[in-house]
């Protein structure tokens, strides 16, 4: 078999990046045949580095700048652009409930005219996830207000979603005074009595069950939904009242009103929102720590001082009226993850160069990640991504091991993040794009014969089931995409006749397994957001860059953005091992026995390994094949037959196995 010779062209780019560019492909010295390299530090990182440092600058000195959280409910309800209603009818015992997400191709000479996305949404919890008050002093003076009652109020919501859902399964709450404890104030020391006279027995008995310790309230059939939570030591008590078994528990909407009448009792209708906001992040919690007790840290409540207000009730309606959305928003935490990550991608940025951009973003939110200065983070990401806001808030009123946790984990080494990855789905349902699969096009062959890399990957994953392995089926690892671009003839035959269809696929309806109708979304026209292009010529550099006088200034030196783009180029490459392509494996991808096909040390011509797959094996001659028949047809020389090509084959593949033994 003759050796197929030719690189990966080196002159195109990704979707959104510029002609007059920089390449992203930048290969230093002769290219070599048998070999690409991806650069991490060369002059398009370079320029990345130097958009990203003005523009998260810039985005600093905005956040710095506010002082107040303004969040209300119609920041909240921008984040329902495409999100359906969750059934009023679940049947009682489905521990997750299945929906699909309906999709069409606007490309009229493509032969895929729909997509069907189906997805899964858990309804179950194995254990509640332990909520305590936090030791740090963030978010426990908030804004100007004179109490804080956030802790009361996540609290409070958390028994309104749990009681909702069971609702809607035909299941009743009842109260566990046998597993919960009082928390006398007196005896606590530095607890305190939460004055509800205003409030009647049955109201004083709700809010003193969910604040005891361990769990105050439980389902039938003790299952346990996605926000149960076991209380220790808030610190606050009910007095004068005692919760027996046989009292009956609030159902959702009159346990909402009790939230809402706190809120015009103490003055905290400014709290409503972002409480709200941050019981619906508690799935996501759960999931980010599912290796770990779930446990979140709530601010210290301060509730010394009666102040009525009566604009919480005007409030809550709002609220409410939006209760079936919240709760699909609420319940699929990927949707929820993606929103908030969004605000560190940007488009136009391949795999190899993302390191670049995460570089300033780290140095911009180290010091008060160090400091657990949650509020001035928040605050800056909020500026990054207004409509996501709302989330970095609520996540992070649960304290330091919500997802807030992780940024600096993805940013200086680009691990990857539960509940982050690529979803056009979630990124539809919210509005927000997050990468490079969300609102694109497919832009075809070009006269050169090459291709997009991230078209390809972006075919692979929208036609998994046309491949005889499963490895495309699993989700993308993250939202950078693969650098370049690579030859027609490198591209498998699976997916081939799609790379002229200019796929442009159209978010439709969501379809939920239960019920026949298909639901088009809270609302029918939102679209996604116009997603931030820092390869755009007309993205602005902040006068001179972002090195004007007084602002931050990066430089590569103390920036371990080498070390995310490596990471994140060698996951995003890792996806596709099973897809042969000219020096994929020996530089990009780290061979592992487990890959299965001939393995080759990086940057060593050492055989380290014998294939073992026979699939990969045949991808990899069909490949071969491929080449030697256009480098033949490029030279004039006349074609084998079918025959004559296979038995070439197996014989040189005989004298390659003598060769080895």
Not at 340 to 364: D, K, L, Q
Request: charged fraction near 20%.
């Amino acid at each position: 078999m003759s050796e197929p010779t030719g690189t990966p062209p080196t002159d195109g780019q990704p979707p959104g990046v510029p002609q007059n560019a920089p390449p992203l492909e930048e290969t230093p010295g002769p290219i070599r045949p048998d070999r690409f390299e991806p650069v991490f530090d060369g002059p398009t990182s370079q320029l990345v580095l130097s958009r990203s440092q003005a523009h998260w600058t810039r985005l600093s000195a905005l956040g710095r700048a506010s002082s107040r959280f303004d969040v209300s409910p119609l920041d909240l309800r921008a984040l329902l652009s495409r999100i359906p209603a969750l059934p009023n009818y679940i049947p009682k015992d489905a521990r997750f409930i299945a929906g699909s997400a309906q999709w069409s191709n606007t490309a009229t000479e493509c032969d895929a005219k729909t997509r069907v996305m189906p997805r899964n949404i858990s309804l179950r919890g194995t254990h509640p996830v332990v909520c305590r008050i936090s030791s740090l002093e963030t978010f426990q003076n908030w804004d100007r207000d004179t109490n804080n009652g956030l802790a009361l109020l996540i609290i409070g919501w958390a028994y309104v979603l749990c009681a909702n859902l069971a609702e809607r399964q035909g299941r009743s709450i009842s109260y566990a005074v046998q597993e919960a404890t009082s928390q006398d104030s007196a005896e606590e020391g530095g607890g305190q009595a939460l004055d509800l006279r205003y409030a009647p027995s049955a109201e004083r008995k709700w809010w003193k069950a969910i604040l005891a310790n361990g769990r105050g309230w439980g389902v039938e059939g003790d299952i346990v939904l996605p926000w149960a939570l076991s209380i220790e030591n808030i610190g606050v008590d009910v007095p004068d009242v005692a919760v027996l078994a046989t009292d009956l528990p609030p159902s959702s909407m009159q346990a909402a009103s009790y939230v809402g009448r706190l809120c015009v009792a103490y003055g905290l209708c400014g709290q409503l929102t972002p409480s709200l906001v941050a019981a619906l992040c508690i799935p996501l919690q759960y999931t980010i720590m599912s290796h770990w007790a779930p446990e979140m840290d709530l601010p210290k409540p301060s509730l010394a001082v009666p102040l009525f207000d009566p604009r919480g009730e005007a409030c809550l309606l709002k609220e409410l009226k939006l209760i079936d959305y919240y709760m699909t928003l609420s319940l699929d935490p990927s949707t929820i993850g993606c929103a908030m990550w969004s605000v560190f991608w940007t488009e136009g940025v391949p795999c190899n160069s993302a390191g670049a951009w995460f570089g300033p973003i780290a140095h911009v939110l180290r010091p008060f990640l160090e400091a657990n200065d949650h509020k001035s983070v928040v605050r800056i990401l909020s500026q990054a991504c207004p409509r996501a806001g709302p989330l970095w808030l609520g996540s992070a009123l649960l304290g330091p091991s919500s997802l807030i946790g992780r940024i600096e984990m993805y940013l200086d080494r680009g691990k990857w993040v539960p509940c982050t990855g690529p979803d056009p789905t979630s990124a539809m349902w919210t509005g927000l794009p997050h990468s490079f699969l969300d609102g694109y096009c497919t832009r075809g062959v070009t006269r050169r014969e090459t291709v997009s890399r991230a078209d390809v990957w972006r075919l692979r994953r929208e036609f998994p089931n046309k491949y005889r392995t499963r490895d495309l089926e699993q989700p993308l690892p993250h939202a950078w995409p693969p650098f370049g671009r690579m030859r027609r003839e490198d591209v498998e035959l699976e997916i081939r006749d799609h790379l002229v269809c200019n796929h442009r696929w159209k978010y439709v309806s969501w379809s939920w397994g239960t019920e026949e109708l298909d639901d088009v979304g809270f609302s029918s026209y939102s679209k996604l957001l116009r997603p931030l292009n820092i390869m755009a010529g007309q993205f602005d550099l902040g006068g001179d860059g972002g090195s004007q006088s007084g602002a931050l200034v990066v430089t590569n030196r103390g920036l371990n953005h080498i070390e995310a783009s490596d990471n994140l180029t060698s996951t995003m490459f890792s996806w596709a091992r099973s897809q042969v392509e000219l020096g994929f494996f020996e530089t990009v991808v780290p061979i592992r026995p487990v890959i299965g096909i001939r393995l080759v040390q990086r940057h060593s011509n050492q055989t380290t390994g014998e294939a073992s797959s026979p699939i990969l094996r045949e991808n990899i001659a069909k490949w071969a094949r491929q080449v030697t028949a256009s480098a033949k047809l490029a030279r004039g020389e006349p074609l084998l037959s079918e025959d004559e090509s296979t038995d070439e084959s197996e014989a040189e593949g005989n004298e390659e196995d003598g060769e080895s033994l």
